[in-house]
């Protein structure tokens, strides 16, 4: 009942995030905002795959302090993963992509915690020597979301988090299934913390 309500409170609060264009439910965008709220000030999020904000928006408004790297080429690439390829070319809209991630965070006024990493997430794994919170969206698949995972995720801290987007039980076609299933519920590094709709974080020990 008391959870119910402070929900609500806290969908309220993120509200904004109706208007921005994304794949996120209202339990996946809440899931976002209470793993960045728990995080320690002063904290570095990193976000591989930022589309036009809808994550990013609802990590930032749970953020007490900190910055959050929003990692995405703003090209509508899919990488690897060939299957969502159509989705984000008829998705990506007349604006350019940058230009429309900008300008949303500042309309609703996250702006001044983001840092726009514009890139390949394999480009920029070396600018990070300590993560509180890793949440993997950009290449879906298998291969992409491995290298995601190998890259970053030995840089998150004792007590961190790490979350994927899209993550479906039965699909280990899936790159998010696929890492999940195959390296991280096998790992003693992470532990399953908890799931959001297809939002899966663990945490690390
Ligand atoms: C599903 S969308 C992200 C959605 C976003 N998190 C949201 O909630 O609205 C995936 C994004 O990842 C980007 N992407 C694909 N491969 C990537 C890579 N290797 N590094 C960073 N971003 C990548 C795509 O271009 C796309 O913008």
Not at 33 to 49: C, D, M, S, W
């Amino acid at each position: 009942m008391f959870e119910k309500l402070r929900e609500k409170l806290i969908l309220r609060k993120i509200h904004e995030y109706h208007k921005i264009e994304g794949w996120l439910s209202d339990n996946e965008a809440l899931g976002l905002y209470h793993i960045a709220h728990k995080l320690p000030r002063n904290a570095v999020v990193v976000e591989i795959g930022s589309w036009k904000g809808k994550s990013t928006y609802c990590i930032s408004k749970g953020l007490k302090s900190g910055k959050i790297y929003a990692i995405d080429p703003f090209n509508a690439d899919a990488g690897l993963d060939v299957g969502s390829q159509k989705e984000y070319t008829d998705n990506k809209g007349v604006e350019d992509l940058l230009v429309n991630f900008n300008n949303t965070m500042k309309r609703f006024g996250v702006h001044k915690k983001i840092v726009v990493k514009k890139g390949y997430s394999t480009q920029f794994h070396k600018d990070f020597n300590r993560i509180d919170f890793l949440f993997i969206d950009g290449d879906h698949s298998i291969e992409g979301c491995k290298t995601d995972f190998d890259l970053y995720s030995p840089k998150i801290v004792s007590g961190g988090f790490i979350a994927f987007h899209d993550f479906y039980e039965k699909r280990d076609e899936l790159g998010p299934t696929h890492v999940i299933k195959k390296f991280i519920l096998k790992s003693t590094n992470f532990k399953f913390f908890r799931q959001y709709d297809t939002l899966w974080i663990a945490k690390r020990q």
